[in-house]
């Protein structure tokens, strides 16, 4: 059972923030100390309920030669591992001075307080002189977050000898950690709303996940591994059998095979490929493309992503597969589109000798790296084994170019790759690659296995890649973690620089949104986001905007098991466009096509995939986040066309959803209201026990507001009629009672617009 013990002594207000001042400590004040005086190293792992600023640490030591020390050593989040193994200090080493002779609490500064961003850290005490002994409380515990097998059991105290061998204890340290604690936005900007929306939650993998718009009515629908729903302007409606579909496939994806302008569904069974055309009237015509080649069929199937590989308007498929026993290897597929509905076998193009292709893979996508109009197709590699990056020579064939380009490489070999998302995340117009990767701490340090990276594009004239560990970008912000399993790039925030979520297979490993600063530099933000911080989401993520309000939610699973959609709400108040590209030289959805919006004096560039990672498939709808800027100059678009064709559009207007049509057509399918209220503040401020809130609307409707405390509890709430231009005054009291003294954090929102939020300061009478 999960113990924590808090202390609140003070409210400090900042600028940029509230922090509340606590104690953190996991151990039973009051009770007799024990001591493990045998073991040198001794190891206490603190779980951190919200990001924090570390101020000083008091220890008890014991012994009764008053001249007693010890060292002490803060280290950071370990990849959620159970004992530090990187030792990745957070300051210098401290030291512990014993002045009297039995227990005594020590306390000790850092340097300067250290701010952590994850949930967990470690306090480690070594190095012990003159009969000084760590005290511990004589309490019996049980793990906080037991594993088993996967990902193991986590207790509060650990402790190891000289030659590094590890034990666990059920006690806890006598170690208090003072601390200020950050104030989170309240509620966290995603919610999870997939009862609310009517996604059902059968107990399966999230694996085999698909978004697009195949009604063509400007809401993006849903494929769950075998069901199809239909999206109704925010809920969703399980249409599988009225629309004629089934099977239970190991994959899928929306996609225009027969290149007539309608997405169809392609479903890879266990032996077989089906194709369900797209009859434009809501049901779907069965058409079986392709028999497997191979005995073990399509089992094991791990990633499906699409792209016109040969220009030819009719999209391709690659089949990615790891295993159906661990950890006996499985071919992968690829297939060209004969443009009648059927398939035929090509996976000689990338793999010439049959024996070679004996991989485990994880992940795939075809992307555009190097800007010449014909696809490339990356795939990621699990087991150590070398990923695949195929250029393509635009005749036909294929060349691996992973060794060339210097990519998954480590000390030792190659990495555990996980999955793969590629994105314009520096706006320089060419694609970097994210490339989750699966470490163990002892393996990083051992063997050079190496963590989650972004392989920067370097663009023409080379198109070679920079692997960014080691440098700044990663090194100070994206903290390592041991069980990535994907991650999907979106700018959460509309600020016109992308962000992104990873996700975990181990329990006990944590799902984290990182969100990127402008220096290009990504800052962990997951409890701003995520309604808790210990949310495993299993083994892939897709972002698209499922209620039209202008921002990127969240599509993924907990714990590979149930399917769950996090709905965005952040408060920001930033523009966006959302653009789709329709061509007819190339195909009709244009695939490997590339949308570049100018405004501002700056760029932001997004390329339409189908595929990443563990069988996600991304929309086809382009989200352009473009942080305050209130007029695009132009837009540029590469079409997928062999050599690439350009075409320019003026006159698009920020916050709106087109379709931008080969041959200079526009059409606005969506404009979003998102800027509904347009002033709102709080009065008197600070106030003396009672306060009252200004809104003045862009449009009519019913006014939610609500208030809340420093902790985040909601205080009050209520919903009011409000009309265009003219003001509403709101008394925030709750029932006619005074408000305590304290800080308070309202919000107010009108139906789809973003929400306004600010600060209020309530003093005694």
Known sequence: MKKIYFVLLVIFVFNFGAFSSDTLRFYSPGTASVYFTSYPVQIARFELPQPATINSIIVTLGGDDPSGTAELHLYNHEGGNIIPELKQDLCDPLILQKTMAGDEPIQVFPPLPVYQSNNQFFVVVTDFQNGAKLASDNVTYSGFCLAGASGGDFYWEYLQTASGTTTFQTKAFKIDVLLNYEQLPSPPYLEDVTASVGIASENYSNRGLSVADFDNDGDEDLIRRNLLYRNDGGTFTDITTAAGISGNPYANAFADMDNDGLLDVVFVLADTIYIYKNEGNETFSKHLAAFAPQVSGYSGTQTLCVGDINNDKFPDIFIGRLWNTYPTPLPNYLYLNNGNLTLSDNTSAIYPNPNLNLRRTRGGTFVDFDDDGDMDLYVTNYYLERDEFYWNNGDGTFTNIIVEKGMDLNASGSNHGTGGVWADYDNDGDMDLLLPQFAHPNYAVLYDHRGTTIYRNEGAPSYNFTDLIGSPTLDDDIQFEETHAGASFGDLNNDGLQDFYTTNFYNCRYSDVYIQKPDHRFQLKTQHYLPSQTINTGEDAIMFD????????????????????????????????????????????????????????????????????????????????????????????????????????????????????????????????????????????????????????????????????????????????????????????????????????????????????????????
Not at 597 to 607: D, K, S
Not at 745 to 754: A, E, I
Request: glycine share 12%; aromatic share 10%; net charge positive.
């Open 546 to 765: 499922f209620n039209n309000d202008g921002r990127l939610d969240i599509l993924t699973g907990y714990y590979n098991k149930n399917v769950v959609l996090f709905k965005n709400s952040c408060t920001e108040q930033n523009n966006f466009l959302q653009l789709t590209l329709r061509s007819t030289s190339g195909n009709a959805f244009a695939l490997g096509g590339r949308a570049t919006v100018y405004a501002g004096g700056q760029q932001f560039t997004r390329e339409v995939f189908s595929g990443h990672g563990a069988n996600m498939r991304d929309p086809y709808t382009l989200h352009l986040g473009l942080g305050e800027n209130e007029q695009i100059d132009s837009v540029v678009v590469k079409w997928p066309v062999q050599p690439p064709v350009f075409e320019t559009f003026h006159n698009l207007s920020i916050n709106t959803r087109y379709s931008l049509f080969e041959g200079g057509q526009i059409v606005g399918v969506q404009n979003y209201p998102l800027q509904l209220i347009g002033s709102v503040y709080a009065f008197p401020n600070p106030g003396k026990g009672e306060a009252n809130l200004m809104v003045t609307a862009n449009s009519s409707g019913n006014l939610n507001w609500e208030l809340y405390d420093q902790l985040g509890r909601k205080v009050n709430a209520g919903t009011k009629p409000v009309f265009q231009n003219i003001s509403l005054q709101i008394c925030l009291n709750s029932q006619g009672q005074l408000l305590p003294p304290g800080l308070y954090f309202y919000r107010v929102s009108l139906g789809l617009g973003l929400a306004k939020t600010g600060k209020l300061i309530i003093e005694g009478k």
